[in-house]
């Protein structure tokens, strides 16, 4: 089945699916999204929560054309690579067939975003060959956060850390095809509608991408929300954040500016449906989801 499409404009956005993510993942990625305060949120269930109120989660890339220029944001988890977490360990799926199905072969990407340098957003960066890790989309420019790079060039890395550096940054860099990019406050175009804004605190450099075409708008989030429990509760906090509080402020600031607007929110780590709209529930908020059409391409209220 084609993975789901939402259009804004002339703007197409495909959703690349790569794998869901086993159910104890959310319990530690985000420890305080206890079985109670799910359950507090009957509207995440059935698509972003279990019956057992543990929640579902999803590893995949958004994939669209700006501009003339063929754009993947992020590259999830990647095939065959030594991983310390069992679930991404020597992962084995058809993720590039998805892509090329969509009509984004490999060779055909121009730009790969890496909305942040996490092990599950930079896997499909190479693949292996004749022996080595090699950039996967040889014609991209893959761009990451100047803050962000500066941040883990500058700190000890764990073994786990210097693996996924190793096998799915560096073979990146060392064949001269990694870009640093400045990203301030008001954010920066990197496409005819396709702008980086900071939303740091998961990592320092971590950027959401927002689109816009058409008078439509869409952001994808990157991990400064995990799921859409983190609506009803923005304070909670997943245990990878660099800086949690830091996090938690970004999210709300972001929720807040989202809040009734008519922007369509692409979570990356948020099952099926993946997209809504944000709106007030008391004192959060919650996702209204919109579901993509692979066929028409136009994004249909449920």
Not at 73 to 79: A, E, F, Y
Not at 150 to 160: F, I, K, P, T
Request: glycine letters at 10%.
């Amino acid at each position: 089945m084609p993975d789901p499409i939402w259009t804004l404009g002339d703007l197409t956005v495909h959703r690349i699916d790569e794998t869901e993510l086993p159910p104890e993942t959310g319990p530690w990625l985000l420890p305080g999204a206890t079985p109670d305060v799910v359950a507090a949120a009957p509207w995440l269930r059935p698509d972003f929560a279990r019956p057992d109120h543990r929640l579902r989660l999803a590893s995949h890339s958004f994939a669209l054309r700006a501009g003339g220029l063929r754009i993947l944001v992020d590259t999830g988890i990647g095939n065959g690579k030594d991983r310390a977490n069992p679930a991404w360990h020597h992962l084995d799926t058809d993720y590039l067939t998805r892509l090329e199905q969509a009509g984004f072969p490999p060779d055909s990407i121009d730009l790969v975003v890496l909305t942040h340098l996490h092990t599950d957003h930079v896997g499909w960066n190479t693949r292996y060959r004749d022996g080595a890790w090699v950039p996967t989309f040889p014609h991209a420019r893959y761009l990451v956060a100047r803050e962000e790079w500066a941040y883990w060039s500058g700190v000890e890395l764990d073994a786990a850390r210097r693996q996924m550096f190793s096998d799915s940054v560096h073979p990146v860099r060392d064949h001269g095809l990694l870009d640093q990019v400045d990203v301030p406050a008001t954010g920066t175009e990197i496409a005819p509608g396709v702008t980086l804004v900071p939303t740091p605190g998961h990592t320092p450099g971590q950027v959401a991408v927002r689109l816009t075409d058409g008078g439509r708008s869409a952001l994808i989030t990157g991990d400064c929300i995990h799921h859409p429990v983190q609506l009803n509760r923005p304070g909670l906090a997943s245990c990878v954040d660099i800086d949690p509080d830091l996090a938690v402020r970004t999210r709300r600031d972001l929720l807040a500016s989202l809040a009734g607007s008519d922007t369509l929110v692409l979570g990356s780590h948020f099952p099926p449906p993946t997209a809504g709209v944000v709106r007030r529930d008391g004192s959060g908020y919650r996702l209204v989801a919109v579901s993509g059409n692979p066929r028409a391409g136009a994004g249909q209220r449920q």
